[in-house]
Nanobody, 126 residues
Framework: QVQLVESGGGTEQTGGSLRLSCAAS????????MGWFRQAPGKNREFVAA????????YYADLKKGRFTISRDNAKNTVYLQMNSLKPEDTATYYC???????????????????WGQGTQVTVSS
């Protein structure tokens, strides 16, 4: 089992930046590929980005590519999401997720993910 705790959310103006962090504990962090998802009010949860266990490979939802960057520090058991050029439509609760298979995170199989954080709120004001 792995436990996930997100932090770094807050309120930012359009065009600003935020960096989210997700700290993992429990099982060996390097055993898991990691991902970020988000859910806006009244909308379904959606994939944002994923990173392989070693950090060698990253995957992004098309609309986030170029503005968002996922990274990880296995020595610190932490995965990050750097968000730049924020837009009001980025407003959502952002969730960290873990799975032993990276493709589970960026395909429709993400609904089977068992390890989620509690979420951190990001609000972008216009």
């Amino acid at each position: 089992q792995v436990q996930l705790v997100e932090s770094g959310g807050g309120t930012e103006q359009t065009g600003g930046s935020l960096r989210l962090s997700c700290a993992a504990s429990g099982r060996t962090f390097g055993d898991y590929a990691m991902g970020w998802f988000r859910q806006a009010p009244g909308k379904n949860r959606e994939f944002v980005a994923a990173i392989s266990r070693t950090g060698e490979n990253t995957y992004y939802a098309d609309l986030k590519k170029g503005r968002f960057t996922i990274s990880r520090d296995n020595a610190k058991n932490t995965v990050y999401l750097q968000m730049n050029s924020l837009k009001p439509e980025d407003t959502a609760t952002y969730y960290c997720a873990a799975d032993t298979v990276v493709s589970t995170l960026y395909t429709d199989r993400w609904t089977s993910i068992k390890h989620w954080g509690q979420g951190t709120q990001v609000t972008v004001s216009s």
